[in-house]
């Protein structure tokens, strides 16, 4: 199977990249070569700015792929540049969007069928940050909805959660959080702490992408990568606190303090709910996920220890400063 990683040198690229050539694959990521990463045998690198739209010529011209991964993609222009030079050229097409498409509900869980932030009426997330990425990546939806309805462009929408797991490059997650508690660090906790949040372990979601292809139900069609389980901002830090073998000493931020804002150390969303079902991928795709998040974050925490990241610098003057003025 001849495939193509557009990204492939961080987490869930570098992930899927060892998935694809465990199976075989013919593999060859496009990236811009900023990241140094040692690739399995075999796969090849070729380079180029999805930015640019000569060099992404120059490096896809008269190229055709059985499958092609986006994982990089974050604008409709991106997207736009890559399906040109592929139409016709490829056999799926498989992009990562995110749950943070949809518009704020009140009804949980939330299906493929609800609102998206570009709906009339659409509720945004509340954080400036959020809320562009939220709605590039609706805008990257579109833009391939509308492909297939005027020349079949064929493609699946995969929409993860927050992902987990080894090689994680938003280090302020996970491996923050077990930074501060082997510190015997306070855990500033946003508001009430009560906010939802919905994870997927990485080699779960890479697990999807590989299933997505290779059945014909999923062409044309979006899947929330949902986990069973939703965990509050209080219970993932307990449940950290916990894995690491220590008593967390949580701090409770007022809501007013940092309303419609993301702080440095806050690591989610916490304005809005997130409880996702995952029913359309179970029964289309024939996935679930294999971690339940006690396991996934166990593993994920032995090889932090491992990787040497809690040797590293972690620079957490801003909660001091913000611990220093509630403590006034």
Known sequence: MKTLVLGGSRFIGL???RELASYDHQ???LNRGQTKVELPRGVQRIYADRQDVAAMKKALGGTAFDWVFDVSAYTPQEIQTAVDLLDGRVGRYVFTSTTSVFSIFSILPATEEFPMVDQPGALLPPQPNTREYAVNKTACERLLADRWQKDRFPYTVLRPPAVYGPDNYSINREFGTFARLRRGRKLL????GLTTIQFTHVDDMV???HLAPQTGASLAQ???LAAH???TYVGYYRLLAEIVGVEPQLVFVPYERIKGTRPSWCP????RLHLESGEKAYSQLGW????NLRQGMGMTYQWYLRSGLDDGPWDFSDEDKLLAELRA
């Open 207 to 209: 697990r999807a992408y």
């Open 288 to 291: 679930s996920p294999f971690y």
């Open 222 to 224: 979006t899947y929330t």
């Open 27 to 29: 593999v060859t990521v």
């Open 15 to 17: 992930h899927l990249v």
């Open 268 to 271: 989610f969303e916490w304005e």
């Open 189 to 192: 906790v946003p508001g009430n």
């Open 229 to 231: 389980e939703a965990i």
